[in-house]
């Protein structure tokens, strides 16, 4: 099993994600809503178990 380094830091909504590699990727969360900026996706957290995620890069462009 290989170890992998990871590191998030936060900047109010902000998320910087770190690897031993350096800069891997970033992302904003306000309140129930989040975007991930390497997925390009959205997620709305939901009450209750499950929630909605859309978006999304197509392959190809």
Not at 3 to 24: D, E, V
Not at 26 to 39: Q, Y
Request: aromatic share 12%.
């Amino acid at each position: 099993m290989r170890y992998r380094a990871r590191k998030t830091i936060r900047i109010g909504p902000l998320r910087l994600n770190f690897t031993h590699r350096g800069f891997s990727s970033w992302g904003l969360k306000v309140g129930p809503w989040s975007w991930n900026a390497t997925r390009g996706t959205h997620s709305l957290d939901t009450p209750g178990p499950g929630g909605v995620t859309w978006g999304g890069k197509r392959a190809g462009r």
